[in-house]
């Protein structure tokens, strides 16, 4: 056994930013948040291996479209996206410090704006961790 699960295998940053810019709008500001929370820890050089496992298994469940309820279900098709990032923010939160949050906050802000309630999807680009 090599000790990485199928949708720990399944995450990548290419396929990570086309899954939330294709999705945003329709998973929600919830979802897209704790998605982008645990991407930017990821990205923390002090996050252990385990919790990076942890990550890339929650984020690779996030990406791939086949899960416990499919993504293409209106309203119910991210709750269990949802449930698998909670979980995960909770067991590496460790590693989820200013930095991160900033920088969680700065891509929410320019995806959804100011308001909650008038979430604007962003728009796919050729830049897979750049701008939308």
Do not use: C
């Amino acid at each position: 056994m090599n000790g990485h699960n199928e949708y720990e295998q399944a995450f990548s940053e290419q396929g990570f930013w086309s899954k939330l810019k294709k999705y945003a709008g329709v998973a929600g500001r919830e979802v897209v948040e704790k998605a982008l929370l645990l991407f930017y820890a990821f990205q923390e050089e002090k996050a252990p291996k385990w919790a990076k496992a942890t990550i890339a298994g929650a984020l690779g469940y996030f990406i791939v479209p086949l899960d416990a309820i499919a993504d293409i279900t209106p309203a119910l098709g991210y709750a269990d996206d949802l449930g698998v990032l909670a979980l995960a923010i909770a067991a590496v939160a460790t590693y989820i410090n200013e930095d991160v949050r900033s920088k969680t906050a700065a891509r929410m802000k320019s995806w959804f704006g100011e308001d909650p309630e008038l979430p604007e999807p962003p728009r796919a680009t050729g830049n897979p961790g750049g701008g939308v």
